[in-house]
C-alpha cells in the first residue's frame, strides 16, 4: 500500500530472510542502505518431535497468547521437527519462554541461524469453477458457498499477493497468493483449459 507513495532508493523492507512476505520498514538515505543485522529482528527457532504436529496458527496463537501483537510476529516458517519465525521486540522475550505449544513440548532458541533449506509444506485442494474469479476460488479453497465468500471479500479480509482486495468478481492467475484471515493463507497453483462443458480445473495449495 506504502510503496507508491516512497521514493525508490530511499526505503527497504525487511523480514529477516529474502523470501519473507512480512517486514519491516526502513525509510532511509540513499547513501545509507541498512544492513540486515541493523534491523531489530530475531529468529526463534522451535523444536519438537517429528511425529507431532505443530501448525502456523499454532505458533501464531501461542505468541498472541502472551499478549503479543500480531505487528510483532513475522514470517513463521513450519517444517517436520522445527519451526523458525521471525519476531520483534517483546514477541522475541515471549517465544523464549514458550515449553508448549498447544498439549506439545517444544524448546525454543534464539542461537540458531534461519535455515536456508526450508520448504513451505502444504495440501493440495482441487476443483472445477466456472471462471478464475475470486470468489469462486474461495469457494474451492475454503469449502464455503459463494455468498459467504463474497461477504468475506467485502469485509476486506481478503488479500491478493498482499494487498487487501474488495472485488468479488476480480480474477485470479496461475501463481497468485491469497489469504483469508481465520482461514490461511493459499497458492493458486494451476488453472487447466476449459472442459467441454467450459469448466476449468484448478489446484489449489493451502499452506500448513
Same mark, same amino acid.
Given at each position: ?96 519462554q514458550l515449553t508448549k505449544i498447544g498439549r506439545m513440548g517444544v524448546r525454543v532458541t534464539d542461537a540458531v541461524p534461519f535455515a536456508d533449506d526450508y520448504q513451505q509444506a502444504v495440501k493440495s485442494i482441487t476443483g472445477t469453477v466456472a471462471s478464475p ?38 480474477? &485470479? ?11 490461511? %493463507?493459499?497458492? &493458486? %497453483? ?17 499452506? &500448513?
Amino acid at each position: 500500500m506504502l510503496r507508491p507513495m516512497l521514493k525508490e532508493g530511499c526505503f527497504r523492507f525487511y523480514g529477516g530472510c529474502a523470501s519473507a512476505e512480512r517486514g519491516i520498514l526502513c525509510i532511509h538515505p540513499e547513501d545509507a542502505v541498512p544492513e540486515d543485522s541493523e534491523f531489530p529482528i530475531t529468529c526463534l527457532t522451535i523444536t519438537f518431535r517429528e511425529t507431532d504436529q505443530i501448525t502456523h496458527r499454532d505458533v501464531l496463537g501461542s505468541l498472541m497468547a502472551q499478549q503479543v501483537t500480531r505487528d510483532c510476529i513475522g514470517d513463521i516458517f513450519v517444517s517436520p521437527g522445527r519451526i523458525q519465525c521471525f519476531v520483534t521486540g517483546a514477541a522475541a522475550a515471549a517465544g523464549m519462554q514458550l515449553t508448549k505449544i498447544g498439549r506439545m513440548g517444544v524448546r525454543v532458541t534464539d542461537a540458531v541461524p534461519f535455515a536456508d533449506d526450508y520448504q513451505q509444506a502444504v495440501k493440495s485442494i482441487t476443483g472445477t469453477v466456472a471462471s478464475p474469479r475470486l470468489d469462486a476460488i474461495l469457494k474451492t479453497a475454503l469449502h464455503l458457498n459463494r455468498e459467504t465468500c463474497a461477504e468475506l471479500i467485502c469485509r476486506q479480509l481478503v488479500m491478493v499477493n498482499y494487498q487487501e482486495i474488495t472485488e468479488v468478481s476480480r480474477h &485470479l492467475k496461475e501463481g497468485d497468493v491469497f489469504s483469508v484471515r481465520g482461514y490461511g %493463507k493459499f497458492c &493458486l %497453483k494451476s488453472i487447466s483449459m476449459p472442459t467441454k462443458k467450459g469448466r476449468l480445473h484448478i489446484v489449489i495449495e493451502k499452506y &500448513l
